[in-house]
């Protein structure tokens, strides 16, 4: 079974400054998807960046990025020039690239960025 | 992309009663996932959902509890019976989209349950 962690209850940033929210995973899979998905207050899940594990480079989606590190089963978002509207919860995700395509979350980040 | 309506998107029920939550996506999807989320927490897997066969569920649910049907490719329903308190929870179906690269799941905007 994969389990998801995220070791960071709760977290603050101030405004335009760079934080980082950790994952990290357990799965006896080679190929998979992981995600981090943003819950703003108004509970739709928001994809905020997608990586595959069969690739080495790590994702990058403007002012968001990882940094996956295979081996030791980490996936990080790093945030940079953080918004007021980044503030949110931050779920850490894993799917199975082949059978079953339910996605497993970590407990949650919430983070606060505060101006 | 898909696009995910789902209804109610917020109730209140007696307990006892129970509560059916209806999710319609906007393409035809071979799977389709239950979650509940209790305040402040994360989401837990409660059923896969596959047109033509029964639901299969996660270690903690059962099918009399949260019946659920899935007659055809882009509706499903997740009903939650003889409510307690206990199942005061935000209810979301999800989808996975995008055969092959990029993949991404799609999510209802949830239904907030408040038993009393």
């Known amino acids: 079974a994969q389990t998801v962690t995220q070791s960071q209850p709760e977290m603050s940033v101030q405004e335009a400054e760079t934080v980082t929210l950790s994952c990290t995973y357990d799965t006896s899979e080679s190929n998979y998807y992981l995600f981090w998905y943003k819950q703003p207050p108004s509970r739709q899940m928001i994809l905020v960046i997608r990586?595959?594990?069969?690739?080495?480079q790590n994702a990058t989606e403007n002012r968001f990025s990882v940094n996956f590190q295979k081996a030791a089963k980490s996936f990080s978002l790093k945030i940079s020039d953080s918004q007021l509207g980044d503030t949110a919860m931050y779920f850490c995700?894993?799917?199975?690239?082949?059978?079953?395509?339910?996605?497993?979350f970590g407990a949650g980040t919430r983070l606060t960025v505060k101006p | 992309s898909a696009v995910i309506s789902q209804k109610p998107s917020r109730d209140i029920c007696q307990r006892g009663t129970s509560l059916t939550i209806q999710c319609q996506v906007d393409?035809?999807?071979?799977?389709m996932f239950w979650y509940r989320q209790q305040p402040g927490q994360s989401l837990t897997l409660i059923a896969t959902a596959n047109q033509g066969s029964e639901a299969t569920y996660e270690s903690g649910f059962v099918i009399d509890k949260f019946p659920i049907s899935r007659p055809n490719l882009t509706f499903s329903t997740l009903t939650v019976s003889n409510m307690s308190p206990e199942d005061s929870s935000i209810y979301l179906c999800s989808v996975i989209g995008g055969t092959g690269a990029p993949i991404e799941a799609f999510f209802g905007q949830g239904t907030r349950l408040t038993v009393v």
């Open positions: 990586q595959e594990a069969y690739k080495q």
């Open positions: 995700a894993f799917m199975k690239l082949w059978g079953d395509n339910d996605m497993r």
């Open positions: 393409s035809q999807v071979t799977m």
